[in-house]
């Protein structure tokens, strides 16, 4: 069965695709498969977003309810202009305090990891549910 990492992968071939018919070089850094590079980090760098206290990526759009794949080129990309600084969490301390694990207030992201394994098939998304950036949050 396809996951969602398979739609992003597919998405980002299209791309890729539609450059190289311009005439430059690309070539997809897959979504789950990094070789290394944080795609996090180029999306911080690239304008898309700041580091919240969660430690996840935070899009002005969608929040922290975002994954990314990247491309490679030679082609002239223009900047986005950056959406806040990084200390744009402001006051907030919903994710600290509601990640059952206690992961996030010190950076334990090991304690993440655990528990979400004893979770089985299913996923935790609170920290990225109740961020004031992503619509779940918006609401209250
Ligand atoms: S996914 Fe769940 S356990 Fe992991 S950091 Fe977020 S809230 Fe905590
Ligand atoms: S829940 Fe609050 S503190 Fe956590 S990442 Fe979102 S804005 Fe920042």
Known sequence: MPSNWDGIDRKTKKIVRLIK??????????????????????????????????????????????????????????????????????????????????AIEKKESFKCSGYTEGLGQKDCSICVDICTYSDEGRRG
Do not use: H, W
């Open 21 to 102: 018919d311009r005439g430059y070089d690309a070539d997809i850094i897959f979504a789950f498969k990094r070789d290394g590079i944080s795609l996090q980090r180029l999306a911080v760098e690239s304008g898309m977003g700041f580091i919240g206290k969660s430690g996840l990526v935070i899009t002005e759009s969608f929040g922290p309810a975002i994954r990314f794949s990247g491309i490679l080129t030679d082609a002239e990309i223009k900047i986005q202009k950056k959406l806040k600084p990084e200390n744009s969490c402001g006051d907030c301390v919903r994710c600290i305090v509601n990640c059952p694990a206690g």
